[in-house]
């Protein structure tokens, strides 16, 4: 008798326990419905503030929106100058090989350098990539030659 009635004593806590629950959501839900029923109906507190609610995101997405705006005109301003700059680097660099290539004499070079322009100017005279790499012709054949050929 005394488990049967610890049986049915934790039976009735565990109904207890579960319609608490039900009566806390469908209080919550309810709560919930009766605001949405007030804002409907046009209960005026609740409606203005819902409103001032609406205003204020609306204000907040419009100054953001605002912001981007005039941060992208500003930027688009600087973006032409720093075009404008590199064009004037590129034409300052072409001016200057330019110059180089009529006035300037190359150390390096040499004679050599008019020779260089010649053919780089040379249409007929144009570098083919996929060309095979030619190997050197030998001179002179001597004892030492194949020493490192391992083919």
């Known amino acids: 008798m ?3 009635s610890e049986v049915l004593l ?3 806590k565990d109904q207890v326990m579960v319609k608490e629950q039900e009566r806390k959501a469908i209080r919550a839900s309810h709560g919930a419905m009766k605001s949405a029923m007030n804002i409907i109906s046009g ?3 609740k409606r203005v503030m819902f409103d001032m609610a609406l205003e204020a995101i609306a204000e907040d997405v419009s100054e953001k929106v605002g912001e981007m705006e005039r941060f992208m005109e500003m930027s688009n301003n600087f973006m032409d100058s720093v075009d404008l700059q590199n064009g004037v680097f590129e ?4 001016k200057m090989l330019e110059k180089w290539e009529k006035e300037g004499e190359s150390l390096l ?3 050599e350098k008019q020779h ?5 100017n040379n249409d007929n005279n144009v570098l083919d990539l996929d060309a095979p790499i030619s190997k050197p012709i030998e001179a002179h054949k001597n ?3 194949d020493f490192f050929n391992f083919d």
Do not use: I, P
């Not at 034409?91 to 072409?94: H, V, Y």
């Open 91 to 94: 034409e300052e660099g072409l």
């Open 43 to 45: 209960n005026n507190d």
């Open 116 to 120: 260089l322009l010649l053919d780089a």
């Open 143 to 145: 004892q030492y030659d």
């Open 2 to 4: 005394y488990e049967n």
């Open 109 to 111: 070079l040499g004679d």
């Open 10 to 12: 934790e039976d009735v």
